[in-house]
């Protein structure tokens, strides 16, 4: 988080974390559409995210202006450092499980990968606004909000169910984490 006080302007920064393909690009792309946001995206030629997929949103809380960096990490493995690099600073995280049921075990590994990302950038989970996104949610092989619930936000984070493909819960998981934010922002400005 950066403040500038007299400037009235705070940065914080958003990383959507989740496992390859679970669709966190999409939740950017949305957001941008449906925001007026400009995206900037650094792809493979598989239109895989690279390096990362950037935005930034900007709201008024009171007489200041809430500028929110927005960020996707890639999902593959050989990517890990690239990962820890952009995690470095987050204030707040989205993440965004593939609700597919065959994808849960990935997806569990990779909550406890984010738990020991933020241990190597020297935060800690429970100290950072998360909001769990459950994406492809209308997919078939989706599995219920109760049995993700149940089998994966152990932390019991605030939760939306998504389509982000269809634009079916982008705003809300944004909306979520943004209120977070802005009372954590909030107390420490009291």
């Known amino acids: 988080m950066l403040v500038d006080v007299h400037k009235k302007v705070v940065k914080l920064k958003v990383v959507y974390y989740g496992v390859a393909r679970s669709g966190k690009t999409t939740n950017l792309e949305k957001l941008s559409q449906l925001e007026g946001l400009d995206l900037l995206k650094l792809d493979t030629q598989e239109e895989k995210t690279l390096v990362f997929d950037f935005a930034t949103k900007k709201v008024r809380v009171g007489d200041m202006t809430v500028s929110f960096s927005l ?17 470095r600073g987050v204030d707040g ?5 593939d609700a597919q049921r ?10 406890s990968l984010l738990k020991a990302d933020l241990l190597r950038i020297g935060k800690k ?32 984070h605030v939760s939306v169910r998504a389509s982000a493909v269809n634009g079916e819960g982008v705003l809300e998981t944004f909306r979520s984490l943004e209120e977070l934010l802005i009372r954590k922002l909030e107390r420490m400005l009291a």
């Open 102 to 111: 065959e994808r849960f075990e990935e997806n569990l590994n990779f909550y």
């Open 71 to 87: 960020y996707t990490i890639p999902g593959q493995d050989i990517y890990r450092d690239i990962r820890l690099t952009v995690l």
């Open 125 to 156: 989970l429970e100290d950072t606004p998360v909001v769990f996104q459950y994406n492809k949610m209308d997919l078939p092989q989706a599995m219920s909000y109760e049995e993700l619930e149940r089998g994966i936000n152990l932390d019991r």
């Open 93 to 97: 995280l989205v993440f965004v499980v």
